[in-house]
Structures are given as structure tokens and as C-alpha cells.
């Protein structure tokens, strides 16, 4: 179980939740269990989102796992120079 | 409007070319005689990046046409290299990593070389003031006074 | 093949010297090819008209009278871009921006183009199209168009992020809101509160060399576009999108890119000149003027930011919070949130919360500069701590450090910090002997710390091995300002070979796969994380070879200073084979030898810089000169470390030009008063003095060799430094940028009245 700590933009279309926690062993089995309970975020989830994984960014890597008692951030994607 | 058939010498060579009488050097130059090395990067002589020396003379290449240039010396970045061997300002830029993007570059060197032509040991004074009609975006330019005063010290036979 | 990108510490060669840049020659004779420096046979050239209304419908546009004109080989108007965008609103944005549909949004949005013989043509076509307008109220102000009776610029936005949902149209796109703890108990415990208003100016990126690209389409359906951007495979993306081509079929090669800084990074020009080859079946150049560059290309957002900080009288913080307003344009978008995200970002906060407000004005769409957002929201809450500091009677640098993030801190934005380098920036700042220099008369000494997300994306690289041994390198990411050596160098350390048998060139997007932007710093960060990927896997084939050549077990082969060696006494006789060894016998050995990586370079981390500057302020005139400035940021690893002290330079000169000079100066009329660098004044070579850097290197450990991007953090701190230099030289505080004379001296007649 990890306990993910969703951006503002993403909270009214989780039913208002800050947090959530989902059984999940990597960022696609997050992403894809995040967007089966909340069809609301399922769009910007797939395009917008960046996975936070104990301070570091990881944009769209599904492989990725997440380690135990991690601290799973979702970030919006940005836009650099 | 008729074409104006002008005779002038760049870069040490005898040039002819015909141009448009509202046609700048900078268009003649890109465009009819494919010396490409001079930029436009604003066309109101505000930038320098199409710096060329015209009879002695550092100008913007923008500001002046093409049809002027009759009967006179125009030295642009690709006469500046003799040959393969770079002039030392073009060894230094390098040195110096005075370049980033390098869009400027040319318009600086054009520039730099002429003050050194006028004024062998300039203080970081002198160069700054002389340069303030070229911009550089990337730099600070730091990098760039470094390159001319390492340049002008070479150039004057001091070991750096 | 999974690749291992965690830091090892080991001692490195080649990276960390400095060496000649592989494209320095011909940047130094002028035989670089830039976007306008490309032709094609046959070419046409083309002109863009622009609407010199700020906000207009476009009741009608006749182009029959320029259609006619001879020499005018097409002419487009948004009717030829037909919308291909599928309700995807930022596509949609882009395709508006490239070409007004009903309404003209800014002074100088495209409306129409020509393609014609010559340029001469193209500008006589242009005063033959006839456009109707009906002008409407414009809106420029970031806070005037902010306010309920602002003339709205979209019927369709309704603020999002805000309960209740509004039931009428605004200005205000987006509320966004981040941050932690309970703030108004913060304030209950505050010694001292200093609560201010700072306000910003719209600035541009100021390339040098403007959006120029020569673009073909041919019947078969096949495309080739020629253009300066930061990101070729995302400038392919976009025009296949937008005008409805098959994306491998439209082949885009970036030229040498003349600046950026960000503003390279959306399309413009470059679906506009694909449409007009289309429609003409010929060739089309464009190239912007400077003019265009300044009225249609990417500015950054004008800004008007509240920071309100709390604190003990021993300097703990104990509560701050930031309210910023950023315009992006006629189109919503995402800068302010970016704002609000980086504004507390450099603190140890129990509680903070920071909104975004996101304001659409009929100014040119924003594009990212530099930081994106981070300087303007770095300004407010650097000036405001600045004041905190002087309210206390504490040093600025100490105040800072009492309060500076640290590895655990949560982020003001929400994820917990893993090792970064504030503190370490602030203690360099804190020992330096600028900070204790002797000061002049009307001089004074401000400094400031700036924060920036380094992104890293995805990267591809080949990596292919020449018959004599020596190296080609072909990567995807733009080199803006010397990555082809700082990559180059990369190759040479992984490979254990000389940086001069490497040539590193930047491929086009039909000869390797794609690439993100080269934005977020991450240029030299992702490639060089995929270069060692690809030397890695050009070293497990040459110990194949290697083992063929010696008739021995590969697993008896290893990579030592750039040579296969047998292991063991038992191969004691065999001499180690070097690349120019095994690359001579590849043909027999199982053809060519590459190695190839593609991958998602991720854990660029954060990045932090301390700057310090001293200024002097003429009382007479308010004239301000820049007289030392120090620029402190960590690098992770400098891999070349003459364009890691450049990047920092460059952003601190362009900051100090935001800080003091820069602005887009708009009329009544809504048009844009100073499309030039005549009146744009950026800073010039007798602006500036020398800027001192110092890298630090504390290893990123998601890099190999520890690096981090360099990019864009050096253009955060300068807003503030400079502003709190002012406001120490001047004694009166500044809080709207840039500090122009103008508005010093009206600062000090204030407080002469006061």
C-alpha cells in the first residue's frame, strides 16, 4: 500500500481527497488503478502528470517502482526553457 | 525599379554584382554573393550582428546599401581567417568559450578586430565601450572581453 | 538492456576539462548555418500580415487582390490551417496562435500570409489584403484584466479551481494552490509579519537570431522543414498535428540555434511556411523580422505577486504565504501554478501556501524563458525576506540559512527534498569575500537565492564506430550553447578514448528517435545520461569482437581505459586490443559497430543558487550600474566547465536586464510600443562588469557522474539581488521590476515628500 499525495489540480476530481491509498508495486500500477477508481483525473493522469518518488521526478516511467514506505507525490508535468 | 550594377572589392577580392536600389549590403551580401557569415538578427542597426567594415570603417551592414558599397573596401568574417589559419581573435573566442550559441559571434569578431587595428592595448574600458553595439545574449559577455584581451595580448607578442 | 544511471564515484579523465568546442570553427568563420542561413531550389519567400488591433473579430479578409499580384506564388489565411486539433485546447492554442481564426487577440497575431518570388513581392501582397475589423475593448494590465469589469477575451473560461464553479466568464483561467500547514496559525505565532505588493514586467527572451525556417511539402505527402528550435522531434509533432501530415514523413533538421532561452520552444512560423509550401507546391522561407520576434513570439508573463512572511524575532519563519497573478497571453495556461510552485521553494516552512492565478490579456501567448515563472515569484518573496531580515535586524545571508530547505524539508510545492544544494550555495555566499567587500559611495550590496526543476525526458543516441576507431556521435537535443563538446567529453570518459576522436553531431528527426525539448536544463543532463548508456553498449559489442579476434570467452574480456583486455594469467601473452584495433577487423568480426540507447532520463533533481551583487545608483538620475556580482550554483559534476560558468553568466546578464531595463511598453491603443532592441534595451558590454562564478559539485546521485543541469536556475536570484542592491544603495525599497530610473527617482521624490 502506498500512500499518494495528489497535486491541487487533481484533488476535485478525486472526490475532493488530498491523499489517497492505493496497492501498488509501480508507477503503472498506480497510475492505472488511480484512473479505474477516479475516471474523473484519468485524462490529465495520463497527460499531465509527474510521478514524485522521495523528492525525485519521475515523469512517465511506468517501470519504475516504488519502494517501501515511499513518499509518492503527483506533480503536474512542466514546462521548461 | 532597374537593377544597379556596382563594382566594389570584398574581402581583398573584385566583386560585381547587381542589386535593387532599396536592396541593403546585408541583403546583397546573404543573398546575391552568398556570404552568409553576416547575421541579421534586427535590421535597424541596433544588434551588430552584421557588423562589416567598409573602407576601414566598422558599420552595420544593415543601415547601408547595397548600391553603396561601389568603389569601396568591404571586409566581412569570411575574410577574416587567412586561409586555415585563424586570426588570433578566432583562436581566443574558441579558447575562451566565448560563444555559446554563436549567432553574434561574427558581428564581434568583425567588431574586435577593428579596435585592435585602432588601439592595440585596450583596457576592459575601451573594449566594453567599442562592443556596446554588438549584442550578446548568452554570454554576459565576459567571456568575450576576456577572448579580446587575450587576443590583443597575443597580438602585441606578450606570452599570456 | 537496463541502464544503471546511479552516481559512482570514481576519478574522471576527460570530464571537467575544457577543451575545444567541435563546432567552434565554424562559428568563429561564419560558415555555422543558422535557420536563415538555409536555402532551397526554387524557394519562395514569405510575409506574415499581423493584426495592429489588440483585439479584434476579423469580420472579413479578401485576399484576391494579392492573389493577383504578380510574382504572389499562395496566400493563406486561417482557412488554410483548417482546425485538425481534435479538442485538444493547447493544440488548439498553438493553431490560433500561428493564425488568427475569429478574432485577432494581440497587436501583431498573424491573420494572414503570402508566399511570393521575392520579398519585395511578398511585402506589396501583404498591402493588398484587405482585413475587416471589428476592434474590440482590450485588456493588457495583468490586474486590470483581472478585475470583474475587465472586457473578457474568451466567453469560454471560467475560473477552474475555484468553489463554486463561476457562472460567468473571466479573465482569471485558473486558481492553483499549494502548500502545508495551518498559515493563519503560523501568523499567531509571528514576531514580525512584512507583508508586500511587487509587481513585474513582461520581458522576452531576446535571442539574437530570430524564428527563421524553410519548409517544403511535396505532393506525395512527404515534408522536409528546416528551422532553428530547441526541440526538432516536438516541432515535428506539432505541424504533423496541426496540418494533418504522418509524422515520420515530415522530416525536421534543427539548424544551429541563435538563442532560445525557451522562446524556441513553440511553433510560430513554421505551420504557417508548411501551408504556404502547400498551398504553392514550391519552397517557402520565413524568416521573422525583429519587429515580429517582439510582437508575435514568446514572452514571458508580466506578474503581480502579494507575499505575506511571518516570523520570530530570531529569525524562525514561522508562517509565509504568496498570492501571484501572471498573464499568459489570450490563451489559459499554466505559468501561474509554476509561480506558486517555486516561490517558497528555497524554505523550511511548517506553514505555507501559495496561490496561482492565472490571467489571459491580449498580449502575445507566453512562452517558457528561462526558469518559467520561477524569477518574477523569486523576486517578491526574495525582496519580502530582505525586508523581514532588516525588520529583525538580522543578516540577510544568516536569516536565509536559519531557514533554508534542507534534505527532508517538504518542498512549499509537497515532496520531501532528497540531498540538494541550498544551504551549501548560502554558506559559500556567507564566507565570500564579495560579501564583505568595502562599498562606495550610493553603492549597495543585495543578494538573493533562486530555485529551478531540472527536468530530464526522453532521449535517444547512437553512438557509431568509424573504421579507423573514431566516433560519431549522434544525439537528439539542441545544442544551444556548447552540449556537442560537454557530450563529446561524456563519450570519451565512458569509452576511456580522446575527445578528438569524437565528433558529436545533432541528428535530424529522421536518422534517430525521438527526443523531448531541450528545455528544463536538460540537455546535457538527459543526453549525456543516454551517451553513457549507448558507450556502455557499444562496449559490450567491441568485448564481443574482442573475444572473436581472440578466440576466447567474452566473459574473459573486460573494458579498461579504452581496451579490451583478456582476464587472467592464463591470456597473459595477449595484448590489449584498442577501439582503432577492434574497429579495423569489424567487418570481419560481424559488420559495424554502434552502440544505441533510448531511455527516460529521470532524476535530474532540483537546483539552487545563491547570487550577490553591488550596485551604484546615481541620486541625480536614477541611473543604476552594476559594479560586481558573484554567482554561487551548484552543478552537480561541470562537465565542461567554461559553458557551465557561461550558462551561469548568461542568466545572471539577462536577469540583471529584467532586473533593470527590460519591458514591453504598451499604449493605450494596446499596441506594443518598442519592438526593437533600440527601445528593448538588453543589456549591452559597457552594462555589465565581469560576473564571477563559483560551481559547486555536490554529486546528483541519479547521474553517473553526478551531474545536474545548469541551464536555467542563474537567471532566478538576479530580480531580487539586484532589487535589494537598489533598495540598499537607494534606502528606499523597489518592488516593481524592472527598476528602471524612472522609477527610482520616483521612488526617492516619494520618499524625499514623506
Redesign the interface.
Known amino acids: 500500500m502506498v500512500e499518494v ?1 495528489l ?3 487533481l484533488i ?1 476530481l478525486a472526490d475532493n481527497q488530498k491523499k489517497v491509498t492505493v496497492e501498488a508495486t509501480t508507477i503503472r500500477d498506480l497510475l492505472r488503478k488511480l484512473g479505474e477508481r477516479y475516471p474523473g483525473p484519468k485524462a490529465p493522469i495520463k497527460n499531465e502528470v509527474a510521478v ?1 518518488l ?8 511506468w517501470s ?1 517502482e516504488l519502494p517501501d514506505g515511499a ?1 509518492v ?1 503527483l ?2 508535468r ?4 | 525599379m532597374s537593377a544597379i550594377a556596382v563594382s566594389t572589392t570584398i574581402n581583398g577580392d573584385d566583386v560585381e554584382f547587381l542589386c535593387q536600389p532599396d536592396e541593403t549590403l546585408l541583403d546583397v551580401l546573404r543573398n546575391r554573393l552568398g556570404l552568409l557569415g553576416s547575421k541579421e538578427g534586427c535590421g535597424t542597426g541596433d544588434c551588430g550582428a552584421c557588423s562589416t567594415v567598409m573602407d576601414g570603417r566598422v558599420v552595420c551592414s544593415c543601415l547601408v546599401l547595397g548600391a553603396e558599397a561601389e568603389g569601396h573596401t568591404i571586409e566581412t568574417i569570411e575574410g577574416m581567417a587567412q586561409g586555415k589559419d585563424l586570426h588570433p581573435l578566432q583562436r581566443k573566442f574558441i579558447e575562451h568559450a566565448a560563444l555559446q550559441c554563436g549567432i553574434c559571434t561574427p558581428g564581434f569578431l568583425v567588431t574586435a578586430k577593428a579596435l585592435l587595428e585602432v588601439n592595440p592595448d585596450p583596457t576592459e574600458e575601451e573594449i566594453r565601450f567599442w562592443l556596446a553595439g554588438n549584442l550578446c545574449r548568452c554570454t554576459g559577455y565576459d567571456k568575450i572581453v576576456r577572448a579580446v584581451q587575450d587576443a590583443a595580448r597575443e597580438m602585441r607578442g606578450e606570452v599570456a | 538492456m537496463s541502464f544503471d544511471a546511479t552516481f559512482q564515484e570514481k576519478k574522471l579523465k576527460s570530464v571537467g576539462t575544457r577543451p575545444l568546442r567541435p563546432d567552434g570553427v565554424d562559428k568563429v568563420t561564419g560558415r555555422a548555418r543558422y535557420g536563415a542561413d538555409y536555402n532551397m531550389p526554387g524557394q519562395l519567400v514569405a510575409r506574415v500580415l499581423r493584426s495592429p488591433h489588440a483585439h479584434a473579430r476579423i469580420v472579413r479578409i479578401d485576399t484576391a487582390r494579392a492573389e493577383g499580384l504578380k510574382g504572389v506564388k499562395a496566400v493563406i489565411t486561417a482557412a488554410d490551417l483548417p482546425d485538425l486539433t481534435n479538442g485538444n485546447a493547447a493544440l488548439f492554442a498553438i493553431l490560433d496562435n500561428c493564425m488568427a481564426r475569429t478574432k485577432a487577440l494581440y497587436d501583431g497575431h498573424a491573420v494572414a500570409a503570402v508566399a511570393a518570388i521575392d520579398a519585395k513581392v511578398a511585402r506589396a501582397a501583404l498591402k493588398l489584403i484587405e482585413v475587416e475589423y471589428e476592434i474590440l475593448p482590450h485588456v493588457v494590465d495583468v490586474d486590470a484584466a483581472a478585475r470583474p469589469d475587465a472586457p473578457v477575451i474568451d466567453e469560454g473560461i471560467f475560473t477552474s479551481g475555484v468553489e463554486p464553479k463561476p457562472d460567468s466568464p473571466s479573465n482569471v483561467a485558473a486558481r492553483s494552490e499549494f502548500g502545508h500547514g495551518d498559515v493563519e496559525a503560523g501568523f499567531a505565532k509571528a514576531e514580525v509579519i512584512v507583508e508586500r505588493s511587487y509587481k513585474t514586467e513582461q520581458t522576452h527572451q531576446g535571442y539574437i537570431e530570430p524564428h527563421a525556417c524553410v519548409a517544403n511539402c511535396n505532393a506525395d505527402g512527404t515534408a522536409d522543414l528546416w528551422v532553428c528550435t530547441q526541440g526538432h522531434f516536438v516541432y515535428r509533432q506539432n505541424c504533423a498535428d496541426l496540418l494533418g501530415l504522418e509524422v515520420s514523413k515530415l522530416r525536421v533538421t534543427s539548424s544551429e540555434i541563435g538563442g532560445g532561452f525557451g522562446g524556441k520552444t513553440h511553433v510560430w512560423a513554421e505551420p504557417v511556411a508548411l501551408a504556404l509550401s502547400r498551398k504553392a507546391g514550391r519552397p517557402v522561407k520565413l524568416v521573422m523580422s525583429r519587429e515580429e520576434v517582439f510582437r508575435a513570439s514568446g514572452p514571458t508573463s508580466a506578474t503581480s505577486i502579494d507575499v505575506k512572511i511571518g516570523a520570530t524575532r530570531d529569525g524562525r519563519i514561522t508562517a509565509a504565504t504568496s498570492t501571484l497573478r501572471y498573464t499568459s497571453g489570450p490563451y489559459p495556461d499554466t505559468w501561474a501554478e509554476i509561480g506558486a510552485m517555486t516561490s517558497f521553494a528555497c524554505y523550511d516552512l511548517e506553514n505555507v501556501k501559495t496561490v496561482g492565478f492565472e490571467v489571459v490579456v491580449n498580449r502575445p501567448k507566453v512562452a517558457a524563458y528561462r526558469a518559467p515563472s520561477a524569477p518574477m515569484a523569486a523576486f517578491a518573496v526574495e525582496s519580502a525576506i530582505d525586508e523581514l531580515a532588516q525588520e529583525i535586524g538580522m543578516d540577510a545571508v544568516e536569516l536565509r540559512i536559519k531557514n533554508a530547505a534542507q534534505e527532508g524539508t517538504r518542498a512549499s510545492y509537497g515532496p520531501v527534498y532528497g540531498p540538494i544544494g541550498i544551504g551549501p550555495t548560502l554558506d559559500a555566499a556567507r564566507v565570500h569575500p564579495h560579501m564583505s567587500a568595502p562599498l562606495g559611495k550610493n553603492q549597495g550590496r543585495g543578494m538573493a537565492c533562486g530555485f529551478w526543476f531540472n527536468f530530464g525526458g526522453e532521449t535517444c543516441t547512437d553512438l557509431n564506430i568509424s573504421a579507423d576507431g573514431t566516433v560519431t556521435l549522434a544525439v537528439g537535443t539542441v545544442d544551444v550553447g556548447g552540449s556537442r563538446a560537454s557530450l563529446s567529453l561524456i563519450a570519451a570518459e565512458e569509452m576511456g578514448i580522446p575527445y578528438d576522436d569524437i565528433k558529436a553531431v545533432v541528428a535530424d528527426t529522421a536518422t534517430l528517435g525521438y527526443n523531448d525539448m531541450t528545455d528544463g536544463s536538460r540537455g546535457t543532463f538527459s543526453s549525456s545520461m543516454a551517451t553513457i548508456s549507448a558507450a556502455r553498449n557499444a562496449i559490450t559489442v567491441m568485448r564481443e569482437r574482442a573475444a572473436l579476434m581472440w578466440d576466447i570467452p567474452v566473459e574473459d574480456v573486460y573494458w579498461e581505459e579504452g581496451q579490451a583486455k583478456a582476464a587472467g594469467s592464463k591470456y597473459g601473452n595477449l595484448s590489449p586490443l584498442s577501439v582503432k584495433d577492434i574497429a579495423a577487423e569489424a567487418g570481419n568480426t560481424g559488420g559495424p559497430i554502434a552502440g544505441h540507447s533510448e531511455l527516460v532520463a529521470d532524476g535530474a533533481g532540483v537546483s539552487f543558487a545563491t547570487h550577490i551583487c553591488d550596485v551604484e545608483v546615481d541620486p541625480e538620475t536614477g541611473a543604476t550600474s552594476i559594479v560586481r556580482y558573484t554567482v554561487i550554483q551548484d552543478a552537480g559534476k561541470a562537465v565542461h566547465p567554461s559553458y557551465v560558468e557561461g550558462q551561469y553568466q548568461g542568466g545572471a546578464a539577462q536577469g540583471i536586464g529584467w532586473a533593470l531595463n527590460e519591458e514591453y511598453i504598451y499604449g493605450e491603443d494596446g499596441r506594443l510600443q518598442n519592438p526593437g532592441f533600440l527601445d528593448y534595451r538588453i543589456p549591452v558590454c559597457s552594462d555589465l562588469p565581469m560576473i564571477d562564478t563559483q560551481i559547486l559539485e555536490i554529486p546528483n546521485p541519479n547521474h553517473p557522474y553526478g551531474v545536474r543541469g545548469v541551464g536555467e536556475t542563474s537567471i532566478v536570484p538576479p530580480l531580487a539581488a539586484v532589487a535589494n542592491a537598489v533598495s540598499n544603495a537607494a534606502g528606499v525599497r523597489l518592488s516593481h521590476v524592472p527598476i528602471s530610473p524612472p522609477r527610482i527617482l520616483a521612488a526617492l521624490h516619494k520618499q524625499a515628500r514623506e
Do not use: H
Open positions: 499525495t497535486w491541487a489540480g476535485p514524485v522521495d523528492g525525485t521526478v519521475y515523469r512517465n516511467d519504475k513518499e507525490f506533480m503536474r512542466l514546462a521548461g526553457g
